[in-house]
T-cell receptor
Framework: DAKTTQPTSMDCAEGRAANLPCNHS???????VYWYRQIHSQGPQYIIH???NNETNEMASLIITEDRKSSTLILPHATLRDTAVYYC????????????FGQGTRLTINP | NAGVTQTPKFRILKIGQSMTLQCAQD?????MYWYRQDPGMGLKLIYY???????DKGEVPNGYNVSRSTTEDFPLRLELAAPSQTSVYFC?????????????FGQGTRLTVV
């Protein structure tokens, strides 16, 4: 299984862009990078995923390096509601395609 | 659209008691998962299922059992509750066979064993 490494915690000012890094240097060629977040103690919420190309949706942008060994999740205009734990996950290539969660990054948005 | 529904939301068990955590999804997803999350930690996979009648162990299966008799339901059974099983349990589902699909999570069951 490809493992991911994320900073334990980060802070960002409200209204600024939050950039969350993730290292996945052992990722295989056909494994996707997924990002989820968990607000307080709720169930994890899907944010975005990608394989090789950069991706953008209404919530965030995902920038994947050319060698695919790292990626960055960007929340363009962070709000207080974006305070959460953010998980970077590499989707395991197997029959179950199960999600394996790491420790995540605790992002705090400050007013 | 209910998505993934877990019951109960909260439960207190005594050591040695048994219980079943219920999980149901209405999205016709073949893949379903059970995770546990201890305080301040990430989620750990307990069991998963790739379809009705098929289940397999995850990272931390000891002390738990599952069954998958229908596509919709994936109950998690604790036979002899122990304090180490105090945790928040999350059920999730995803559609069949594609790597680029998201998983949907329920809102969790908070279990305390005393």
């Amino acid at each position: 299984d490809a493992k991911t490494t994320q900073p334990t915690s980060m802070d960002c000012a409200e209204g600024r862009a939050a950039n969350l890094p993730c290292n996945h240097s052992t990722i295989s060629g056909n494994e996707y990078v997924y990002w989820y977040r968990q607000i307080h103690s709720q169930g994890p919420q899907y944010i975005i995923h990608g394989l090789k190309n950069n991706e953008t949706n209404e919530m965030a942008s995902l920038i994947i390096t050319e060698d695919r060994k790292s990626s960055t999740l960007i929340l363009p205009h962070a709000t207080l509601r974006d305070t959460a734990v953010y998980y970077c996950i590499v989707r395991v290539v197997s029959g179950a395609q199960k999600l394996v969660f790491g420790q995540g990054t605790r992002l705090t948005i400050n007013p | 659209n209910a998505g993934v529904t877990q019951t109960p939301k909260f439960r207190i068990l005594k050591i040695g008691q048994s219980m079943t955590l219920q999980c149901a999804q209405d999205m016709n997803h073949n893949y379903m998962y059970w995770y546990r999350q201890d305080p301040g930690m990430g989620l750990k996979l307990i069991y998963y299922s790739v379809g009705a009648g098929i289940t397999d162990k995850g990272e931390v299966p000891n002390g738990y059992n599952v069954s998958r008799s229908t596509t919709e339901d994936f109950p998690l059974r604790l036979e002899l509750a122990a304090p180490s099983q105090t945790s928040v349990y999350f059920c999730a589902s995803s559609s069949t066979g594609q790597l680029n699909t998201e998983a949907f999570f329920g809102q969790g069951t908070r279990l305390t064993v005393v």
